[in-house]
């Protein structure tokens, strides 16, 4: 099942083992569950600390089981954890084994404090790379609270329970038994939905901190740059995100990122925060900034958790969102048959019928990769014409089950209730409506900046996006931005880099410039 290279790679890692792991297989006569035993033996065959017995009676077939004698470790994979979820396997492995995992003490300690029995079932896709921290949190969780069990699921090979429990999009998260979220999330983030004072503690926490000289508000690239040009000049530096990586987590293949010929974004984001943790820099991750004021001596930063922090200059890289639609319908259908990752959610829609909205490269790329899961693909685009390159509408138009339409305005997403169930769309040369009947719809129409909460505090353009001038500097004295969020035009990586990078000189500068009785307060 794994070539030579894997294997070798592999039982390096395994001689990390600190303690036996006990596989418990459960397999049937398929093709997929003899795939399955043979990775298993692969794996057993590489450590004298794994023993597989054979297993009866399970509720998912194929699957195995991880334990460890004397450990209360209630840990599944039903399906083969290939793909992205191969280090899930992995590291789950090693966890299971008693090796220390990377995470902060602070947590795991919270993990094993949590009261209560938690039974949480993960359904991912091997093409999704926001799968594995959902899976990766969860495993490591099992692992260290015996009230907690975690059963992560391929949704491809476990279509009927997709169906059954109406599930649209990866990774979705159920918590004994019932709906507990969808979409990425790492271990900070699970803790604060099901532990219920960890907020109001994170808050506390974060409100008893001293003035930083620069805050960045935003941990992707940009604020990733920005932190560390700021650190690097020995200023008190903090970070605030939602997420660190922002929108770079969901990126499957960056190829454009200059001397780094190929990555994947969950890897650049990992590499970003570990370059920023290198420096003494604070990091309040899992923290959604909602106001901005000036007060004496710089600026308050207002959360949503109800903490507040203050800083000398702040440094604002929030980066952009999808764009939505904004049709009736849209909404209630999130998630339930409307999405906007093909890479993540594809697998779920084998063998039906889907929409790709927007014919620029996004959108010709997405129609392209479903083109060969799904039974048909409807491309609509606004214009007149499809906006991708050319070599994308040429691979475009030589599928057989794609359809364009362009000049063509959604109007309205259908449903039954629970799930799309159609579009409605109107020619906008004729103005004639009709209704294409489907099972779900990929909005691909760009992005947004992630500004709304600054619209009376700083100078916006049109589209929403921080004025900003050479230096990275916003209508306030003081505060600076960075990235997708800003009016610098081309929205890549490497430059939102750049900008970050600008942005952190530009605030070390201002604050060199500061009278002494004003930096001093």
């Known amino acids: 099942m794994l070539d030579a290279a894997l294997k070798t790679q592999l039982k390096g890692y395994l001689e990390r083992l600190m303690r036996p792991v006990e596989i418990t297989t459960f397999a049937g006569d398929d093709a997929k569950s003899r795939d399955m035993l043979a990775l298993i033996a692969d794996i057993r065959g590489l450590s004298d600390k794994i023993t597989v017995t054979a297993g009866k009676d399970a509720a998912r077939v194929p699957s195995f089981a ?136 994170a808050a506390e926490s974060i409100s008893a901190q001293a003035p930083y000289e620069v805050l960045v508000v935003g941990g992707g690239p940009a604020g990733a ?78 959360l949503a958790s109800g903490a507040a922090l203050n800083a000398t200059s702040v440094i604002l890289s929030t980066g952009a969102r999808w764009r939505k639609m904004g049709v009736p319908g849209e909404e209630h259908y999130l998630a339930r048959g409307v999405t906007f990752c093909p890479h993540c959610d594809g697998p779920l829609f084998k063998g039906k019928r889907v929409a790709v909205i927007g014919g620029g490269n996004s959108g010709a790329e997405a129609a392209i990769d479903l083109a060969g899961l799904v039974t048909h693909v409807t491309l609509i685009e606004f214009d007149k014409a499809l906006r991708a390159d050319d070599v994308l509408q040429r691979k475009l138009r030589s599928l057989k089950n794609v359809t364009i339409l362009t000049e063509t305005r959604t109007t309205e997403v259908k449903g039954d209730g629970a799930r799309v169930t159609g579009l409605a769309c109107e020619d906008r040369r004729s103005g004639e409506t009709r209704e294409i009947a489907l099972e779900g719809i990929f909005v691909q129409i760009g992005l947004m900046p992630n500004t709304d909460w600054l619209k009376s505090t700083l100078t916006l353009s049109p589209r929403g996006e921080i004025v900003v001038d050479a230096h990275g500097a916003t209508s306030l004295p003081g505060v600076f931005a960075a990235g997708d969020c800003t009016t610098a035009p081309y929205k890549q990586i490497v430059i939102a880099m750049g900008e970050g990078a600008r942005a952190g000189l530009a605030a070390f500068d201002h604050l060199i410039r500061l009278p002494v009785a004003e930096k001093a307060a």
């Open 66 to 201: 991880l334990s460890s004698p004397g450990q209360d470790i209630s840990l599944t994979f039903a399906g083969l954890p290939m793909g992205h979820e191969f280090t899930s396997l992995v590291l789950a492995l090693l966890q299971t084994g008693g090796y220390p995992a990377k995470v902060e003490q602070a947590i795991q300690d919270q993990i094993r404090a949590l009261k209560g029995q938690f039974r949480f079932e993960t359904y991912f896709s091997l093409s999704c790379q926001n799968c594995p921290d959902v899976v990766q949190a969860l495993n490591l969780m099992a692992v260290l609270n015996p009230g907690i069990e975690h059963v992560a699921i391929d949704g491809a090979l476990f279509q009927g329970e997709v169906d059954a429990r109406q599930v649209m999009s990866v990774p979705t998260i159920f918590l004994n038994g019932k709906l507990f979220g969808a979409g990425r999330m790492d271990a900070e983030q699970i803790l604060a939905k099901i532990d219920t004072g960890a907020v109001s503690r």
């Open 225 to 302: 740059a920005a932190a560390i040009y700021a650190a690097r000049k020995g200023i008190r530096t903090g970070v605030v995100a939602e997420r660190f990586g922002g929108q770079v987590l969901d990126t499957m293949s960056i190829e454009n990122l200059i001397s780094v010929p190929h990555t994947e974004g969950p890897q650049l984001a990992r590499a970003l925060e570990t370059h920023v943790r290198e420096y003494e820099v604070d990091i309040f991750n899992t923290q959604v900034a909602t106001g901005l004021e000036e007060v004496a001596g710089g600026f308050r930063v207002t």
